[in-house]
């Protein structure tokens, strides 16, 4: 069975300052259209994720949870991960590879550059940097969720906010 993963960067947040800490950085108002746009556009689309799984900080959450009220998903339904936010490609390899096989469709919400390095390490593609709010397509034919690794995916869509909007 075909499994699709699709990586959402988290949209534009706030600037760091010393006040907040980098976890609880906000999105701006620039950032919640980013991730209102792209929900839309995936539901337009008609892209169905079975699992959304995301960073708990709080930019990224925020990102999956406007994406998720596009699709009526309830916020109790994204599954968070520690790792995603300063793990590094490892634990974002890890929250791939211990998703059930039931699920064809995983979307994941994470942080630059660990996010760029891991669509890159799965499809061998050169992505350059995702931009804030973007969503990458990787589809794997004939693999389970555990064996997924390097150049195991083709990137079959890179689609940023800017693209989005530019098309309506």
């Known amino acids: 069975m075909k ?4 990586l959402v960067r988290h949209a534009t947040a706030e600037d760091q300052s010393f006040r907040i800490k980098d976890f609880d950085r906000n999105l701006n108002s620039k950032g919640l259209s980013e ?3 792209m929900g839309k ?3 337009e689309e008609g892209v169905k994720p079975d699992l959304l799984v995301s960073s708990p900080a709080s930019r990224a959450f925020k990102t999956a949870e406007i994406i998720a009220g596009q699709y009526k998903i309830p916020v109790d339904a994204i599954q968070t991960q520690a790792g995603i936010y300063d793990g590094g490609p490892r634990a974002y390899l890890q929250a791939v590879t211990t998703v059930q096989e039931a699920h064809s ?3 994941l919400f994470g942080h630059n550059p660990d996010i760029t390095y ?3 390490y799965l499809s061998g593609a050169s992505i350059g940097s995702m931009k804030k709010g973007s969503a990458v397509f990787i589809e794997f034919k004939n693999q389970k969720w555990e064996e997924i690794s390097a150049k195991t995916g083709d990137l ?8 989005i909007r530019e098309d309506e």
């Open 118 to 120: 891991f669509a890159e």
């Open 105 to 107: 469709t995983l979307m």
């Open 156 to 163: 079959v869509l890179y689609k940023t906010p800017k693209q």
């Open 3 to 6: 499994k699709t993963l699709i």
């Open 35 to 37: 991730s209102l746009a």
């Open 41 to 43: 556009w995936l539901v």
